[in-house]
C-alpha cells in the first residue's frame, strides 16, 4: 500500500460548493502539507500542520482551510470553489528530524467549472 | 522574498550524454537541497538531497552545491529516455524549527533518442 494517499484523485464541482480532499499517510510522520501546483508556477504552499495542535498557513491559503484529525490525517477543504482553484493538489509529508525530505501523494486533480 | 530559480526548459539533450540541471536560491543560510522528478501528471518524487557540507553521488546522479554562488546542480550521465521528466529543485529555508521547502518551478528535460 501507498505510504501518502489522498481522496479523491479526481473531482470536478461547481463554483460557490464546498468540497473537502482528505490526505493520509503511514509513514508516522509528523509534518504534513498541502500544496497546489499550476502549469508554469511550480508547487506552492497552502497550509502545513507540524503536529496535530499545530496549523500554519503557507504563502496562498485565502479560499482553503484545514483540518488534522490525528498524526496520520490531514484535510484540506474549499469552503467556497472558484475556477482559479481549478488545479493539482498534492499532500506531502516529512519527519521532523528527517532535514526535511518531503514523500508526495499521488495527488488530487480538481477542476471547478 | 525567499526565491529559488530554475530554466524552465525544455532542455533537450541526446541518448547516453551528460544531462545538467541548475538552481539558484536566495538564501543564503539555507543548509539542505533537494531534486525531484515529476513525471506528466505523477506525484513528485526524490532523488536526491545534499546538506551544505558536500557533494553527493548515486549512480547516475550527482548533486553538486556551490554557496558562494548560491546554486545547486543535478548532474545525469548517461541519459537515458526514462530520464525525461521535469526536475524540481527544492531547498529548505526559515528559521530554525520553521524550516519549510521552497520549490522552484521546474525544469523540463527531454531525452532524445
Known sequence: DADVTQTPRNRITKTGKRIMLECSQTKGHDRMYWYRQDPGLGLRLIYYSFDVKDINKGEISDGYSVSRQAQAKFSLSLESAIPNQTALYFCATSDLGGQETQYFGPGTRLLVL | ?113
Open chain 2, 1 to 113: 522574498q525567499k526565491e529559488v530559480e530554475q530554466n524552465s526548459g525544455p532542455l533537450s539533450v541526446p541518448e547516453g550524454a551528460i544531462a545538467s540541471l541548475n538552481c539558484t536560491y536566495s538564501d543564503r543560510g539555507s543548509q539542505s537541497f533537494f531534486w525531484y522528478r515529476q513525471y506528466s501528471g505523477k506525484s513528485p518524487e526524490l532523488i536526491m538531497f545534499i546538506y551544505s557540507n558536500g557533494d553527493k553521488e548515486d549512480g547516475r546522479f550527482t548533486a553538486q552545491l556551490n554557496k558562494a554562488s548560491q546554486y545547486v546542480s543535478l548532474l545525469i550521465r548517461d541519459s537515458q529516455p526514462s530520464d525525461s521528466a521535469t526536475y524540481l529543485c527544492a531547498v529548505n529555508m526559515g528559521n530554525f524549527g520553521n524550516e519549510k521547502l521552497t520549490f522552484g518551478t521546474g525544469t523540463r528535460l527531454t531525452i532524445i533518442p
